[in-house]
T-cell receptor, first 110, second 118 residues
Framework: GEDVEQSLFLSVREGDSSVINCTYTDSSSTYLYWYKQEPGAGLQLLTY?????DMKQDQRLTVLLNKKDKHLSLRIADTQTGDSAIYFC??????????FGAGTTVTVRA | EADIYQTPRYLVIGTGKKITLECSQTMGHDKMYWYQQDPGMELHLIHY???????EKGDLSSESTVSRIRTEHFPLTLESARPSHTSQYLCASSANPSGTGMKREKLFFGSGTQLSVL
């Protein structure tokens, strides 16, 4: 199956950490991705992780991968108002295709 | 920065009209894609192309058609639009060569076309 699941909404206070969770089904996925979509814009690749890694850190972003549970998470440290967006988790299904989740809408409140 | 452009940004048309959504990229990418996105739903792949003269159907059945006559251009056409076609259409491209077995697709997305059919 090709199901990527995410919770739909997350509300976080400015300055706190945000954690967005995702589960996927294809155990052969080589790469897993996080995309960000701001209002009125297309998707922007935030980060990706290779399946033989457990963690990847890139400035305020930390990606954790639990292959056994097929669980991927994105942590945003010191969340800012500019982080308000929809975040999509995606897994690589084949040479040409990514399977996307429905997206998590992150709202940052003052 | 990604150089992939979609026009129009918004389109409101009546039922039965023929429309073409434009997508162009200046990165020389071989692979291009069309996704359909509805609010709160996952993106669905409707068409993709490996390169010039290559077009394939995606997972979600779509009444639209595509063409790839030039590397940089991947337009999507609806011959007769219906209200059920109302959605956001996202174009993307990637440079990863086929057959590498790496399954690494770094997709660059356009800003999308929001289509409303009345």
């Amino acid at each position: 199956g090709e199901d990527v699941e995410q919770s739909l909404f997350l509300s976080v206070r400015e300055g706190d950490s945000s954690v967005i969770n995702c589960t996927y089904t294809d155990s052969s996925s080589t790469y897993l991705y996080w995309y960000k979509q701001e209002p009125g814009a297309g998707l922007q690749l935030l980060t990706y992780i290779f399946s033989n890694m457990d963690m990847k850190q890139d400035q305020r972003l930390t990606v954790l991968l639990n292959k056994k549970d097929k669980h991927l998470s994105l942590r945003i440290a010191d969340t800012q108002t500019g982080d308000s967006a929809i975040y999509f988790c995606a897994e690589s299904i084949s040479d040409y295709k990514l399977s996307f989740g429905a997206g998590t809408t992150v709202t940052v409140r003052a | 920065e990604a150089d992939i452009y979609q026009t129009p940004r918004y389109l409101v048309i009546g039922t039965g009209k023929k429309i073409t959504l434009e997508c162009s990229q200046t990165m020389g990418h071989d692979k291009m894609y069309w996704y359909q996105q509805d609010p709160g739903m996952e993106l669905h792949l409707i068409h993709y192309s490996y390169g010039v003269n290559s077009t394939e159907k995606g997972d979600l059945s779509s009444e639209s058609t595509v063409s790839r006559i030039r590397t940089e251009h991947f337009p999507l056409t609806l011959e007769s639009a219906r209200p059920s076609h109302t959605s956001q259409y996202l174009c993307a491209s990637s440079a990863n060569p086929s057959g590498t077995g790496m399954k690494r697709e770094k997709l660059f997305f356009g800003s999308g076309t929001q289509l409303s059919v009345l």
